[in-house]
């Protein structure tokens, strides 16, 4: 447990320090985001431009990592010691200096995102806890020193360690979007409700500043979602590697691998798990299919039977040709009622005459193209499904078969299952269920061992 000075921390003027502190976290929080990024794009660049296999970028990576660690051996994650070195920042000759730890701040953060974006395995939190920890005490270094020499004498200014405790919330909070778990975490470690006013209002201010510099994005991404066909961006590489996918004779489907993300949004739990979640694991074989053929009638008697609001439209050989909904049946017979309001069985004689292959959704138009029906494969991760449903406002996507290397097989689209909106968060509910469960098991069996002791 950690201790701070009652005779500085209780000073109320010195409260506006740690806003600026939770503010200057924020910015550090928008330059670690937007540094990750830039590194994610880049070695996907090389991954696409030099055909990079997927296993040397992180060795990349942990090479450029290294690299950094000669000179700053106090970016590698050794436990929490480099962070408890921070804390003693100025206590002890044997401390870092704030000029150095600025450097390890800087050196840490493009260690982290260099890492992170070439694909290597590892998590934020510690790195968070460190950069903030690192933010906290240059800040409170140099505004003690700016206001003792603008104010000879006493003044009461708490020490580093105090800035850097609110640093390593403020941070957390803002790098991870988990506000409330920063402020309970830095509450633990001190137990001092002194900290509470200053570390609410630094979080506070953190996590609204990403949001600030995020907001125009959003809003691109909302006109995105009303726009006719509801994309906007897809991989560069498309048009690179078009006349490669036609050579080895591809269909013109939309992988959701090749749509990017729609905004530098913050990482929040949520997405983070639905990101190692794959469709398999919420794909559902319940599904009904029709052929190109069939009548609009066999249509809606296999969706009533099979209680779908929606059906598969297949070829003769078994293969994907599109997606009929409720919602397309709908308007088709609406048009054609009102197209002849003389004949009393309209609807009846549209339904039994006109056939699936007229109305259905063959799948969406791309820079002056007609593509194939939107999908996704088993190894999709949910986090992109769940992204492409809600940007398209649709609620399910066909689950089709990785083709074998055959030209004929990569030619057709064999149906796997098909993916609800529903089903993702039935799945992530069952998770979080899962999760919960086994945290609660790990704490009764610590318990059982605490008491045996």
């Not at 670690?32 to 431009?49: G, P």
């Not at 794909?283 to 066999?298: A, C, E, G, H, W």
Request: net charge neutral; glycine share 8%; with cysteine.
């Amino acid at each position: 447990m950690l201790f701070l000075a009652k005779n500085r921390l209780s000073q109320c003027p010195q409260l506006p320090l740690y806003l600026i502190l939770g503010m200057l976290c924020g910015v550090v929080s928008v330059a670690f985001t937007r540094l990750l990024d830039w590194f994610t794009d880049a070695f996907q660049f090389m991954k696409e431009k030099f055909g990079i296999p997927d296993v040397v970028c992180p060795a990349l990576g942990g090479l450029g990592a290294g690299l950094i660690a000669l000179k700053y051996p106090g970016i590698l994650y050794w436990g929490f010691t480099n962070v408890d070195e921070i804390l003693h920042t100025g206590k002890t000759a044997s401390a870092p200096s704030i000029w150095l730890v600025a450097q390890l701040a800087a050196a840490k953060v493009v260690a982290t995102t260099l890492c992170k974006g070439s694909g290597l395995v590892g998590g934020l939190y510690a790195p968070s806890l460190m950069i903030g920890a690192a933010v906290g005490a240059v800040f409170g270094g140099c505004a003690g020193e700016l206001i003792n020499t603008a104010i000879p004498g006493n003044a009461a200014i708490a020490e580093p360690q105090a800035y850097a405790l609110v640093g390593m919330a403020a941070t957390l909070a803002s790098v991870c979007s988990v506000p409330l778990t920063s402020v309970l975490l830095l509450f633990e470690l001190t137990r001092d409700y002194r900290i509470l006013l200053p570390l609410m209002g630094a979080v506070g201010l953190a996590i609204w500043v990403p949001s600030v510099t995020t907001q125009p994005k959003e809003t691109e991404v909302s006109d995105t979602k009303n726009s006719p066909h509801g994309y906007s961006v897809v991989s560069p590489s498309e048009d690179q590697n078009e006349d490669i996918r036609i050579q080895n004779g591809e269909r013109d489907d939309i992988e959701l691998t090749v749509i990017r993300n729609f905004s530098d949004y913050q990482p929040i739990d949520i997405d983070i798990l639905l990101e190692n979640m794959k469709v398999s694991r919420a794909m559902s074989d319940n599904y009904v299919k029709v052929s190109l053929t069939q009548t609009l009638r066999d249509a809606l008697n296999r969706m009533r039977d099979g209680q779908q609001n929606c059906i598969l439209v297949v070829d003769s050989e078994d293969s994907l040709e599109g997606i009929l909904t409720d919602g397309d049946i709908k308007r088709c017979l609406s048009k054609r009622y009102v197209a002849d309001t003389s004949s009393s069985n309209s609807n009846y004689t549209d339904a039994n005459t006109c056939t699936v292959s007229s109305i259905f959704n063959r799948g969406m138009s791309f820079r002056g193209r007609e593509r194939g029906p939107l999908i996704c494969y088993p190894d999709t991760d949910l986090a992109m499904a769940k992204q492409l449903m809600e940007a398209k406002g649709i609620k399910q996507l066909p689950v089709l078969k990785r083709a074998e290397s055959s030209q004929r097989e990569q030619k057709r689209r064999r149906i796997a299952a098909i993916l609800y909106y529903d089903s993702i968060w039935n799945c992530l509910r069952d998770e979080l269920n899962h999760r919960k469960l086994l945290s609660q098991q790990i704490e009764d069996d610590s318990g059982k061992i605490v008491a045996y002791t």
